[in-house]
C-alpha cells in the first residue's frame, strides 16, 4: 500500500470518506480490519468539492489525489484505474527529490 512505502516524515495519506452517513464507529473498525494505519477524514464533502471528487465529477474509488509541499495538486486520478499504485508510488519518489 502507498502509505507503507514512505516514512510519515515525508508523506502524508489520507483517506477520504464520501458518505456523509457513515459513523465514526463503522469507520474506526473498517481501518482495523484492513490493518489502516491512516487517517480517515469524515465529513470530507468540502474536499471532494475542492478536488473535483465523487459521482458527480466521475471520480470514484480509489483515486490518487498528490499535492506537493506548496499545496500544488500534482496528480488527481480520473477514474477508479486510471492509475497503478506503482505509478503513484513512482510520482510521490519524484516529488520529493525536488
Known amino acids: 500500500m502507498i502509505y507503507d512505502a514512505f516514512p510519515d516524515s515525508l508523506v ?3 483517506m477520504l470518506n464520501a458518505d456523509e452517513h457513515i459513523e465514526t464507529d463503522w469507520l474506526d473498525n473498517f ?4 490493518g489502516l494505519h491512516l487517517p480517515i ?10 478536488f473535483r471528487l465523487g459521482r458527480e465529477y466521475r471520480t470514484l474509488p480509489p483515486l490518487y489525489i498528490l499535492i506537493d509541499k ?3 495538486v500534482r496528480l488527481r486520478s ?4 486510471s492509475i497503478s499504485l506503482e505509478e503513484v508510488v513512482t ?3 519524484e516529488l520529493l527529490e525536488e
Open 12 to 14: 502524508e495519506v489520507w
Open 41 to 50: 477524514m469524515g465529513e470530507a464533502q468540502e474536499a471532494f468539492a475542492k
Open 70 to 72: 506548496q499545496g500544488v
Open 78 to 81: 480520473l477514474r477508479q484505474g
Open 31 to 34: 481501518r482495523q480490519e484492513y
Open 91 to 93: 510520482m510521490v519518489e
